[in-house]
């Protein structure tokens, strides 16, 4: 893999693992950080990240779903970190991963 992407991906999912670590205790946030350390592993041995950034946004979507349902206080005091992690998903992260390569399997250890 390039330097290059290396340089363009690392700072956006360091960025996700660290926002990720912020998230409050409980089932659906301690998803949304197993989800985000399959991502890193996965980044980490170059295998293809793609299915493990859909799991990352599906498990966040999840996490925004059981506050919706919770209690209100909980929501507001967790709703800060979830909305930054969502946006550096966004923001940052998917767009690194545009910017870096084609596709899946260019992401691919050997390909």
Not at 36 to 41: G, K, M, N
Not at 78 to 90: F, G, M, T
Request: glycine letters at 8%; hydrophobic letters at 40%; proline letters at 5%.
């Amino acid at each position: 893999m390039s330097n290059d992407k290396i340089s363009l991906i690392d700072p956006a999912l360091q960025q996700v693992e660290a926002f990720a670590g912020r998230l409050a205790s409980g089932d659906e946030a301690g998803y949304v950080r197993r989800s985000v350390a399959e991502l890193c592993r996965a980044w980490a041995s170059q295998q293809g990240i793609e299915p493990a950034v859909d799991r990352v946004q599906q498990s966040l979507r999840w996490l925004k779903t059981a506050q919706l349902s919770g209690r209100r206080r909980d929501c507001v005091r967790e709703s800060p970190s979830v909305d930054r992690l969502d946006d550096v998903i966004h923001q940052r992260l998917i767009p690194a991963l545009r910017r870096a390569g084609p596709g899946p399997s260019d992401l691919v250890a050997g390909a």
